[in-house]
T-cell receptor, first 107, second 114 residues
Framework: KNEVEQSPQNLTAQEGEFITINCSYS?????LHWLQQHPGGGIVSLFM???GKKKHGRLIATINIQEKHSSLHITASHPRDSAVYIC?????????FGQGTRLTINP | DAMVIQNPRYQVTQFGKPVTLSCSQT?????MYWYQQKSSQAPKLLFH???????NEADTPDNFQSRRPNTSFCFLDIRSPGLGDAAMYLC?????????????FGPGTRLTVL
């Protein structure tokens, strides 16, 4: 069993929809990262969470340490949000990556 | 302003011909990482430097080496590239390691092996 599981693996939605991507993990962590990767591109760090909730623009990330679960929400989604979203656990020395969620927002 | 810079963005090499990928950073971060990411897969950590202290992942092939001549620069050397080494190579930096610090990623170098 992977230490970190994301769902869904693929998500297609219409512009303007509210998007939720989930991340569940099975190990203790010091922090959890949400990352964004556009096709053929590098990775952008969106959030680093150790508790509670963070908001940046239309993006909101939450984490429940007791339940070992985090969610990334996108409000008023736009085609430029189309990318792979990756949940990564902060371990002692390195990040442990989820497999990613491929999000496609259609106009 | 670019903070983590990788050169080149695209690199083509021949089977068995050594290749060097470059990463530089303007953040003055202590830690630099090299990741390998194959198509539709999650990034895989190859190694990282904490200052000059080199940390190799146990499953990183011997074919992969790294150098960090100073704080700003880090190089990935692939001594004898095989077809299976074709991938995106990502460099990242952070202030500290193991403490839950944000990692800043470069744009990546896509390596093609002919």
């Amino acid at each position: 069993k992977n230490e970190v599981e994301q769902s869904p693996q693929n998500l297609t939605a219409q512009e303007g929809e509210f998007i939720t991507i989930n991340c569940s993990y099975s190990v203790g962590i010091s922090a959890l990262h949400w990352l964004q990767q556009h096709p053929g591109g590098g990775i952008v760090s969106l959030f680093m969470l150790s508790s509670g909730k963070k908001k940046h623009g239309r993006l909101i990330a939450t984490i429940n340490i007791q339940e070992k679960h985090s969610s990334l929400h996108i409000t008023a989604s736009h085609p430029r949000d189309s990318a792979v979203y990756i949940c990564a656990l902060q371990g002692a020395q390195k990040l442990v990556f989820g497999q990613g969620t491929r999000l496609t927002i259609n106009p | 302003d670019a903070m983590v810079i990788q050169n080149p963005r695209y690199q083509v090499t021949q089977f068995g011909k050594p290749v060097t990928l470059s990463c530089s950073q303007t953040l003055n971060h202590n830690v630099m990482y090299w990741y390998q990411q194959k198509s539709s897969q999650a990034p895989k950590l190859l190694f990282h430097y904490y200052d000059k202290d080199f940390n190799n992942e146990a499953d990183t092939p011997d074919n992969f080496q790294s150098r960090r001549p100073n704080t700003s620069f880090c190089f990935l050397d692939i001594r004898s590239p095989g077809l299976g080494d074709a991938a995106m190579y990502l460099c990242a930096t952070s202030r500290v390691s193991g403490g839950g610090d944000t990692q800043y990623f470069g744009p990546g170098t896509r390596l093609t092996v002919l």
